[in-house]
Nanobody
Framework: QVQLVESGGGSVQAGGSLRLSCAAS????????MGWFRQAPGKEREGVAA????????YYADSVKGRFTISQDNAKNTVYLQMNSLKPEDTAMYYC?????????????????WGQGTQVTVSS
């Protein structure tokens, strides 16, 4: 069982930055891909970014390209999401997830393990 714990959420004004962290248990090495997802009130959960833990390939939703960066520190079993130029529409609960062999990197149904989430609120 892979355990994921997110941190780094908070409140920020539009244009600001936040960095989310996802600390994974050592068993996450059984997975190949880590992703960040978000869910705003009344909306479906959407994929934001993903990274393959082996090769480092990254994937982004169009809505965050050029503003968000996913990265990893394998020595710390941690994945990060650097969020810059934040907009009010980025307000959501952000979740970290891990997948064994995702058929689609930004599809929530391709992921096997989930964290509890961290709230990000962006005010205008």
């Amino acid at each position: 069982q892979v355990q994921l714990v997110e941190s780094g959420g908070g409140s920020v004004q539009a244009g600001g930055s936040l960095r989310l962290s996802c600390a994974a248990s050592a068993s996450r090495y059984s997975t190949n891909c880590m992703g960040w997802f978000r869910q705003a009130p009344g909306k479906e959960r959407e994929g934001v970014a993903a990274i393959y833990t082996g090769g480092g390939s990254t994937y982004y939703a169009d809505s965050v390209k050029g503003r968000f960066t996913i990265s990893q520190d394998n020595a710390k079993n941690t994945v990060y999401l650097q969020m810059n130029s934040l907009k009010p529409e980025d307000t959501a609960m952000y979740y970290c997830a891990a997948a064994h062999y995702p058929s689609s990197e930004l599809d929530e149904y391709a992921y096997n393990y989930w964290g509890q989430g961290t709230q990000v609120t962006v005010s205008s």
